[in-house]
C-alpha cells in the first residue's frame, strides 16, 4: 500500500517562509511525477507546483517566484520551499504523487492527508 505524508505546516505572518516536506512510502516501483496542490475554504482544489523525476518543473503562476519545489529521488521526497508568503495563500496543501506500485500495471495519483498552512497576522 502506497502512503503520503507530509509534514511542515503551521501559521506564519505576511511575509514570513515555510517549508513543507512530503514523503512516499509502501510498495512503490517507481514514481514519475510529484507536488503540491491546495484547497482554500470555498474553493476548488488548484495546483501549486508539481516536479517531474527527470527535474521538469510546473508551478502556477500566482506562487512563481515565491515558492520553489525540489525533490529527493532517492528517498521519495518532495519539499516546497514557500517564501514572501501571503494571506491569499492560506489553505490546506496536499500532496500528490503518480505512483507505480508493485504488482500494479499502470501509474496511479496518490493523496497525502493535507497540511494547514495559514498565513496571518
Known amino acids: 500500500q502506497v502512503k503520503l505524508v507530509e509534514s511542515g505546516g503551521g501559521l506564519v505572518q505576511p511575509g514570513g517562509s515555510l517549508r513543507l516536506s512530503c514523503t512516499a512510502s509502501?510498495?512503490?516501483?517507481?514514481?514519475?511525477?510529484m507536488g503540491w496542490f491546495r484547497q482554500a475554504p470555498g474553493k476548488q482544489r488548484e495546483l501549486v507546483a508539481t516536479i517531474t523525476s527527470a527535474g521538469n518543473l510546473n508551478l502556477s503562476d500566482s506562487v512563481k517566484g515565491r515558492f520553489t519545489i525540489t525533490s529527493d529521488n532517492a528517498k521519495k521526497t518532495v519539499y516546497l520551499q514557500m517564501n514572501s508568503l501571503k494571506p491569499e495563500d492560506t489553505a490546506v496543501y496536499y500532496c500528490n504523487a503518480r505512483v507505480f506500485p508493485s504488482g500494479g500495471t499502470s501509474y496511479s495519483p496518490y493523496w497525502g492527508q493535507g497540511t494547514q498552512v495559514t498565513v496571518s497576522s
Open positions: 509502501g510498495s512503490i516501483l517507481a514514481i514519475n511525477i
